[in-house]
């Protein structure tokens, strides 16, 4: 049984024929067939397409999480800018660019090839603008002169492969998922944006399963990659170092105190309110403190009502300050993404039947009372 297979079971036959929310919609939301007929394109452009270096996973995971952000549950098409692509495209490979060291006594630390030629332009394109400015993150670049000549280089070359190629599998041209308009923009055929919404977290697991399996199987990292396991962490996840600076400007901002019991804290974690399982991206509104003992109970889950009211007040009331300690983390500071993420969320989990974690070993039901928290 494939990844996608096992992922795909009872879980995404209750997604296609739970209740669509309650979102108001422009265009009908695609019909179950239509959305079992987008998981088996997906799958073929898996099994059938040709993957000489790691662009396609990036261009996949792109724009599912651009849908997420800026699409809806609806049917409507969604359209694109090369450079917006562009610019997700350097957040994903920013850390990418650093080496890595597995830690093995037989390997060395080194950058890790991503084309089965020579080194992918883009990891070499950001590697060459973070040595030359010595910039800790994709924010701080942001704010550099030379940031939009490398957004430039990014997208020209995104443009000149991935987008070309990405719908090219099993011998010829499928162009199910957007078509090119000119003008340096894609648009995202009718349902594509809500079919990578509804099923965001496989089209996410399936990228980033064939993204690590692509790098350990190049030859050219094996002096690299040694007997490794923590190979995931270290292209997906955020720096330890980060999370350090985001918890002691937590700290100070939220007087030590646990999001989700009040109480202080004296050991705390850095905790993903919108579940990091859910959407693997680090937005800096998305952190909250909480005890090692609630972020353990809640874990994976979507929280309960009261929590999301406060959240959403906090989103509101301490948007400024959030923002300005995300900054000094080098996480992505914009609160109606973080909004945008949090109602795609939770309008997903009620779309499935979902549950809320409200306290340890307490659940209730995700209802329309939920979603209309972002109306």
Known sequence: MTLGEAFAGSYLRRLITGRSGSVPSVLPPPSPEAQLLFLT???RLFAEGDFTATYKFALLITLA??????GADD???????NRQIGEHFIGLYWQHCLPYSSGH????????VQNNGA?????SAVSTFRANTAVASPQAAARLPGFRELVSAVTNTVSAQPLNYLQNFGGGTDEFLYERTGAGKIRLKPSVAYCLRRFYPLVQQLARSHWIDHIKQNSRNL?????TDDLEDFLFSSSRQSLQVMAAGLRKLDEARCFYCGNMVTTADVDHYI?????????AHN?????PSCNRSKSDTLAALPHLERWLARLHDKADALAEIGSAAGFQTDTLVTRQVGAWAYTSALSGGGKAWVTTNAYTPIDDTYTTCFA
Not at 223 to 227: S, T
């Open 105 to 112: 006594a037989t390997s060395a630390p080194g950058v890790l």
């Open 41 to 43: 394109k997906l799958q």
């Open 65 to 70: 999480d651009l849908s997420v952000e800026l």
């Open 75 to 81: 049917g409507s098409e969604l359209v694109l800018t």
């Open 275 to 283: 579940p990091f399982s859910l959407y693997p991206r680090d937005l």
């Open 223 to 227: 002096n690299i990659l040694g007997a």
């Open 287 to 291: 952190f909250v403190l909480a005890h």
């Open 119 to 123: 080194q992918a332009a883009v990891v």
